[in-house]
């Protein structure tokens, strides 16, 4: 039976220096880059390793919609290392330093075939225990691990913030606004026909509201350009063909096959994901604990950083145990 939790706490103050103070000395874990082939394509992830644990559980991780491994996910795998799991953060194709064109390409199977390939990566990995796998995704790509996990046995346990999982959704609210919707539409037509001909078509990811983009919720804007990496030349673009996959992706659909122990974190104050989706797939699981914090979609890796890796690092030693 699923559990779920609502947790009302007020927030802390300066919360981005304090997740800076918090982040463990490079003593505490080693990192190593490993490269793998998704579908003939080379793929590149970063494994941080526990300094004081032999063959430890590990978590593989990918990030949210266009984004890449080097923003704000180090921050967590450092944290889940210190705590003696290892962590595999890894780069979709067509991102980062991932190969794959046209860059930034966001397509849910290809993406799911990624964390497939990583699983199989880590399999591979002698340095990890692969029968104690646990599967982390945010926002897009929280949908891709209830996806993975519904139909792969080896996942030991998913862990899921702000997924999105239910495109039918999305399309009803997008089609309050006719107008964004037509756009939006006519933009991923255009380059989904236009890429056959060498001529894709490219829109923003985020940007202020009342502007053009994927995203334009309040406060997205700032929040992810301030997340990506300084030394990065990750770019504020992406193929607009991603309006056309996003209503036909229903990772919800599946959930219920889902049978290892399964954590989703929802935000009350979401306006990308709100928690009507991520609560109904926890619903759905069979062993899914649910917790709704008062967060947005990027406080989760600023002001409610702490609350919510600890909600994850509890998770993790609940269902993988690891031997210091």
């Known amino acids: 039976m699923s559990e779920s939790v609502r947790s009302r706490g007020r927030r802390r103050p300066n919360a981005r220096a304090q997740q800076s103070l918090c982040r463990p000395t ?28 032999d ?42 330093d991932s190969e794959g064109e046209p860059r930034q390409l966001a397509e849910p199977a290809k993406q799911i075939a990624d964390y497939e390939a990583a699983i199989e990566a880590m399999i591979d990995t002698d340095a990890v225990d692969s029968n104690r796998l646990v599967l982390w995704g945010y926002s897009f790509s929280g949908g891709h691990v209830l996806s993975v996990a519904a139909d792969d046995f080896r996942v030991a346990g998913v862990i899921a913030t702000a997924p999105f999982v239910d495109g039918r959704q999305e399309l009803r609210r997008s089609l309050r606004q006719p107008t964004r919707f037509l756009r939006s539409t006519l933009a991923g037509l255009r380059d989904a026909l236009g890429s056959k001909v060498g001529r894709g078509h490219e829109v923003r990811l985020v940007d202020e509201p009342g502007e053009f983009a994927v995203l334009t919720a309040p406060g997205a804007r700032r929040a992810i350009l301030d997340a990506v990496d300084r030394d990065s030349d990750w770019v504020n673009r ?3 063909r991603v309006f056309l996959a996003l209503p ?22 979401d306006q990308i994901v709100p928690t009507e989706g991520p609560e109904a797939a926890a619903g759905r699981i069979p062993k899914s604990t649910y917790i709704e914090l008062p967060a947005d979609h990027m406080s989760v890796f600023d002001a409610d950083f702490e609350t919510v890796v600890g909600h994850q690092l509890t998770f993790l030693r609940a269902t993988v145990h690891h031997r210091r």
């Open 55 to 96: 063959t430890p559980p590990v978590v593989v991780m990918a990030p949210g919609l266009g984004m890449w491994r080097s923003s704000v996910l180090p921050a967590v795998a450092e944290r889940f290392a210190a705590a003696g799991f290892a962590a595999f953060v890894f780069d979709f194709r067509h991102h980062g």
């Open 248 to 269: 036909s992706y229903r990772p919800i659909t599946t959930v219920e096959e889902i049978r290892c122990p399964t954590l989703i974190i929802g935000g009350s104050r």
């Open 26 to 53: 490079r003593e505490a874990y080693s990192i190593r880059t490993i490269e793998f082939d998704s579908d003939n394509t080379d793929c590149v992830g970063t494994l941080y390793l526990p300094a004081e644990t």
């Open 238 to 240: 992406l193929p607009a």
